[in-house]
C-alpha cells in the first residue's frame, strides 16, 4: 500500500510537461510529393529530449519503439531502397522524434497498477531531402494506454501502444509512396 500511494503522489511531479491535447478526428496532411519521388530511404535513431530523457522509463520507452521501428519501418525502407535508383537518387531522411512521453514500465504496473496512471507518447516525425534539407512531410502520431487497462495486461498494453505506434507511421509512408494522400 505504501508503494501504491508514493506513485499516486510521485505522478504529479513526472508531468511538469503537460500532454499534447490531439483532437479526436485529427488527420495527418499528405506529403508535399509522392514518397516514391525518392529513391533512397533513410531511418534517422529516435530522438528523445530534455525533461523526457531525465526519466529511465522514457529511456526504455525509447528503446522498445526502436526496436519497433526496426520490425515495422525498416523492412519496407530496404524493400524500397532495393529497386533501381537511377543515376543521381534522390534520399528521404525520417527523423522520428518524441514530442512528450510518459511511459509505464512492467515493474511500476506490477506494484502501483492503475495507481501508476495512463503511459502517453506523442512522436513528430521530419521527413527531409537529404540534399535539400526541404521538409516534404511532418506527420505526428499519438497513442496512450489507460491505466486501468494497462493494469489488467500487466503493462501489456503500455507496450502495445508503441507497436501501435510504430504501424501507423508504417502506414503513413506506404499509404503515399505512390500518390501523396
Known amino acids: 500500500a505504501a508503494i501504491a500511494f508514493a506513485l499516486l503522489f510521485a505522478v504529479p511531479a513526472a508531468r511538469a510537461v503537460e500532454p499534447p491535447k490531439i483532437e479526436k478526428d485529427a488527420r495527418n496532411p499528405p506529403p508535399k510529393v509522392p514518397l516514391n519521388t ?28 526502436e526496436e519497433n521501428f526496426a520490425e515495422r519501418v525498416k523492412p519496407l525502407l530496404a524493400e524500397w531502397n532495393a529497386r533501381p535508383a537511377g ?24 506494484w502501483g497498477g492503475a ?8 512522436v513528430r516525425v521530419r521527413m527531409r531531402d537529404a540534399a535539400s534539407g526541404e521538409t ?3 506527420p505526428q ?41
Not at 117 to 122: E, P, T, V
Not at 161 to 177: A, K, V
Open 115 to 122: 495507481f501508476a496512471g495512463d503511459s502517453i507518447i506523442h
Open 141 to 181: 502520431f499519438y497513442q496512450h494506454a489507460n491505466a486501468f487497462g494497462a493494469a489488467w495486461s500487466f503493462g501489456g498494453t503500455d507496450k502495445h501502444m508503441l507497436i501501435r505506434l510504430s504501424g501507423m507511421l508504417e502506414h503513413y509512408l506506404r499509404s503515399n509512396y505512390e500518390a501523396a494522400v
Open 38 to 65: 525518392f529513391q533512397r530511404f533513410e531511418l534517422a535513431p529516435v530522438a528523445m529530449g530534455a525533461p523526457f530523457t531525465e526519466h529511465e522509463t522514457n529511456t526504455v520507452a525509447r528503446a522498445k519503439l
Open 136 to 138: 516534404i512531410a511532418e
Open 87 to 110: 543515376d543521381a537518387p534522390r534520399t528521404l531522411r525520417i527523423e522520428p522524434e518524441i514530442a512528450y512521453v510518459r511511459f509505464i514500465t512492467g515493474g511500476k504496473r506490477f
